[in-house]
């Protein structure tokens, strides 16, 4: 069954970095793209990224563009998410999920990981 | 970009009644929308994509409906497991926007 396992959150100072992982199992992981979605406290969902089969297409929610860093590493069937410059209002349960084929929409999500932002 | 807001935020119902959540988003997005369901504490559930099309497993009294700008979620009779907040989401092109969630409650 297809598994998606965040780690890496944590309580990070502003201006900090952060770099999160998920850990994807269960199916052919270089055959998807992968995004990261992110929930702040008590608040709604933000797409914030997503990523090609490759490392070569990428997208960015303009509220992180510049700042994070999506990648994969198909070897290891692996997601990242560099976070850079991070803001008070970074600070959100962040998701890592499956693109459905050819389409934009989650069907898999991982638990999450919390990241706080906090001095 | 394309916004999509829903309405209403919150509503409270009772078990039985027929349910509906309607989300607008700001430009076309044709048929390329999906609806979630997200209860306290738990990971987003999706529900419909392609604005109509139930996710296999969901149950058949959930439905949903329109295109370009105007779209539905229906619940044609609301049971208690159906507590949560609902999420539609925009996919036709990045940013990939949900709105702001309706939050549904039982009385």
């Known amino acids: 069954q297809v598994q998606l396992v965040e780690s890496g959150g944590g309580l990070v100072k502003p201006g900090g970095s952060l770099r999160l992982s998920c850990a994807a199992s269960?199916?052919?992981?270089?055959?998807?793209?992968m995004s990261w979605i992110r929930q702040a406290p008590g608040k709604g969902l933000e797409w914030v990224s997503y990523?090609?089969?490759?490392?070569?297409?990428?997208n960015y929610a303009d509220s992180v563009k510049g700042r994070f860093t999506i990648s994969r590493d198909n070897a290891k069937n692996s997601l990242y998410l560099q976070m850079n410059s991070l803001r008070a209002e970074d600070t959100a349960v962040y998701y890592c999920?499956?693109?459905?084929?050819?389409?934009?929409?989650?069907?898999?999500w991982g638990q999450g990981t919390l990241v706080t932002v906090s001095s | 970009d394309s916004q999509m807001i829903q309405s209403p935020s919150s509503l409270s119902t009772s078990v039985g009644d027929r349910v509906t959540i309607t989300c607008r988003a700001s430009?076309?997005?044709?048929?390329?929308l999906a609806w979630y369901q997200q209860k306290p504490g738990k990971v987003p559930k999706l529900l419909i994509y392609?604005?109509?099309t139930l996710q296999p497993g969901v149950p058949s009294r959930f439905s949903g409906s329109g295109s370009g700008t105007d779209f539905t979620l229906t619940i044609s009779s609301l049971q208690p497991e159906d507590a949560a907040t609902y999420y539609c989401?925009?996919?036709?092109?990045?940013?990939?926007?949900f709105g702001q969630g309706t939050k549904l409650e039982i009385k």
């Open positions: 999920a499956r693109v459905s084929r050819g389409n934009y929409y989650f069907v898999y």
């Open positions: 269960g199916f052919t992981f270089s055959d998807y793209y």
């Open positions: 990523i090609g089969s490759s490392n070569s297409d990428t």
């Open positions: 430009q076309g997005i044709r048929n390329y």
């Open positions: 392609a604005a109509s």
């Open positions: 989401q925009k996919y036709n092109s990045a940013p990939y926007a």
